[in-house]
C-alpha cells in the first residue's frame, strides 16, 4: 500500500504541471487582460467588471504620475502618458516572455507563494481564507445532509423494488432533480426571505450584526439561521444521483448468490443486510466521499451565492475571470487542482477502509 501511496503522489505532479500549462497556453490567446482592462477604466469604457476594483487606482497614479482620479480621466481624454502602456506591463510581470512567466509562477507556487491580486490590495492566499467560510459552510453541510438522507433513502428504495414507496420516492427525487437549484433559490427569497411574502429568513451573509455578542447557542442559530436557504436550494438537486446510485449498488449485492445463501442459512433480513450487503453496497459510495466534498465546495455553487448575497470562492472565481485578475484565476486553479487530486487518492484509500480485502499494490497508477 506504501508504495503504491508513493507512486500516486509523484503521479500528482505531472498531472497538475499539465493541468496548469494547458490552462495559461489557453489564456495567452484570450483577448483581454489586467492592461487592457486598466486602459478601460481609465478611458471610461469598462462595462464588464463586477469585482470591486480595489487598490488599482493607485496603482495607476502611480504608474502615470497623476494626482487625483480627475486629473487621470483628463490625460487618458488627451492620451496616455509615453511608455504608460509599458510600465503597466512590467508592473503586473507582463514584459516577461510567457514561457519565463510560466516557470516563475509555477517556481513560486511549489512554495505556495501565490503574490497579490492585481485589483484588490491584498494577497492572494488571504482572499481565498476570507471566502473560505462561505464555501466550507455550503459544501460540508451540503454534503452532510445530502448523505444522510440520500444512503437510507436508497436502501429503503432497494429493499422495495418495485413497490409504491419505490415509485413515489422516484418521481419525488426526478422532479426535485429537474429543478434547478437557481430557481428554486430564487423561489425561496420570493417566499420566505421578504420578497413577497414572508420575511422568515435573512438574505445576506453567514452571520446577523453583533453575531460576537450573542452566546454560543444564539451564534449556532443565527449560523444555521442564514444558512437555512441556500442549503435548502443546494441540495434539492443534489440528493438524486447519489439515491440512485445507493439503491442501484445495494440491489446488485442483494440479488448476488451470496445473499441467497446467507437468507438458506436462515440468517434474519437485518443481519443479511448489515452484516453481508452494507459493506459491498456502501464501497463505491463512502469511497466517492472525498470527490463529493470537492464538487460541492468549488462548482455548482455561484449562483446560489449571487442570489443569497454570500461572498465565498465560486463568487471570487468568477470576479477573477470577469476582471482578468491572472494571481487569482492561477492561483485558485492551482490550489482546486491539487485538492482534487489528493481528495482522488483518498477516495481510492477509502476502499481499503471499507473493504481491506482490496489490494491496491498489483494496480497500475493509470
Known amino acids: 500500500m506504501l508504495a503504491y501511496i508513493v507512486r500516486r503522489l509523484l503521479f500528482i505532479i505531472p498531472t497538475l504541471f499539465a493541468i496548469m500549462v494547458i490552462n495559461f497556453a489557453i489564456i495567452q490567446f484570450v483577448p483581454g487582460g489586467p492592461v487592457e482592462r486598466i486602459l478601460a477604466q481609465i478611458d471610461g ?59 516563475l509562477m509555477m517556481g513560486n507556487y511549489l512554495s505556495f507563494d501565490f503574490g497579490e491580486s492585481a485589483f484588490r490590495s491584498q494577497s492572494v492566499i488571504d482572499l481565498i481564507i ?17 448523505y444522510l438522507i440520500s444512503i437510507p433513502l436508497g436502501i429503503a428504495k432497494a429493499r422495495r423494488d ?69 442549503l435548502t436550494a443546494l441540495i434539492i438537486g443534489s440528493f438524486a444521483t447519489l439515491t440512485m446510485l445507493t439503491k442501484n449498488s445495494f440491489l446488485d449485492q442483494i440479488r448476488s ?24 453496497g456502501m464501497l463505491i459510495i463512502i469511497a466517492g466521499f472525498p470527490g463529493a466534498i470537492v464538487g460541492i465546495l468549488f462548482t455548482g455553487a455561484l449562483l446560489i451565492e449571487i442570489i443569497f448575497s454570500l461572498d465565498g470562492l465560486g463568487l471570487l472565481g468568477y470576479e477573477a475571470a470577469i476582471n482578468r485578475d491572472y494571481p487569482v484565476m492561477f492561483a485558485t486553479l492551482y490550489i482546486f487542482t491539487l ?18 480485502r482490496i489490494d491496491f499494490e498489483s494496480r497500475d497508477v493509470g
Do not use: C
Open 162 to 230: 418495485g413497490s409504491r414507496f419505490d415509485i413515489w420516492t422516484s418521481g419525488v427525487i426526478i422532479l426535485g432533480y429537474a429543478i434547478p437549484g437557481f430557481l428554486f433559490a430564487i423561489l425561496l427569497v420570493v417566499l420566505f426571505a421578504g420578497g413577497s411574502y414572508w420575511k422568515w429568513f435573512p438574505l445576506r451573509g453567514l452571520t446577523s450584526p453583533g453575531f460576537d455578542d450573542m452566546t454560543t447557542i444564539q451564534q449556532i442559530a443565527d449560523y444555521f439561521w442564514h444558512l437555512a436557504l441556500p
Open 130 to 146: 476570507e471566502k473560505m467560510p462561505v464555501s466550507i459552510s455550503l459544501g460540508l453541510w451540503t454534503t452532510i445532509i445530502v
Open 257 to 280: 448468490q451470496y445473499v441467497t445463501t446467507a437468507r438458506a442459512k436462515g440468517l434474519a433480513e437485518h443481519q443479511v443486510l448489515y452484516g453481508h450487503i452494507f459493506r459491498n
Open 339 to 356: 485538492l482534487g487530486l489528493v481528495m482522488n487518492l483518498i477516495g481510492d484509500l477509502m476502499y481499503v477502509v471499507v473493504d481491506p
Open 45 to 103: 469604457t469598462d462595462l464588464g467588471a463586477t469585482a470591486r476594483v480595489s487598490g488599482s487606482g493607485s496603482d495607476i497614479s502611480s504608474v502615470s504620475g497623476a494626482g487625483s482620479d480627475s486629473e487621470s480621466t483628463y490625460r487618458g481624454a488627451q492620451g496616455l502618458p509615453d511608455g504608460f502602456v509599458e510600465k503597466l506591463e512590467k508592473m503586473y510581470g507582463l514584459d516577461k516572455p510567457p514561457v519565463e512567466r510560466f516557470l
